[in-house]
């Protein structure tokens, strides 16, 4: 069973940083893909960023190029969403997720990709 656990959301100021960690098991995480959404209230769970299997290729919002980087560590089933320069407008209940497919995947950029989701982790950021 595929288990995706998110961690390190909290309450910051604007211009402050947080990292955000989410923990995989269940599966060979170094042969997935993994991926960053968000979700306001009221609004639909929109792409943050997205990692290839291997590292190689990364995949941000405009919104959050810049700022945000994600990263995994393989040796610890780990993805990591490190976000600089955190804006009120980043306040959100951010999710890690996961595709079924191994390896490549046709597109990172939408939520219906992804199989596999975390409970999620809430960011708020005060101005």
């Known amino acids: 069973q595929v288990q995706l656990v998110e961690s390190g959301g909290g309450l910051v100021q604007a211009g402050d940083s947080l990292r955000l960690s989410c923990a995989v098991s269940?599966?060979?995480?170094?042969?997935?893909?993994m991926g960053w959404f968000r979700q306001a209230p009221g609004k639909e769970r929109e792409f943050v960023t997205a990692i290839s299997w291997n590292s190689v290729s990364t995949y941000y919002a405009d919104s959050v190029k810049g700022r945000f980087t994600i990263s995994r560590d393989n040796a610890k089933n780990t993805v990591y969403l490190q976000m600089n320069s955190l804006k009120p407008e980043d306040t959100a209940v951010y999710y890690c997720?996961?595709?079924?497919?191994?390896?490549?995947?046709?597109?990172?950029?939408?939520?219906?990709?992804?199989?596999?989701w975390g409970q999620g982790t809430q960011v708020t950021v005060s101005s």
């Open positions: 269940g599966r060979t995480f170094s042969r997935y893909a």
């Open positions: 997720a996961a595709p079924r497919k191994s390896y490549y995947m046709s597109s990172y950029y939408y939520p219906n990709e992804y199989d596999y």
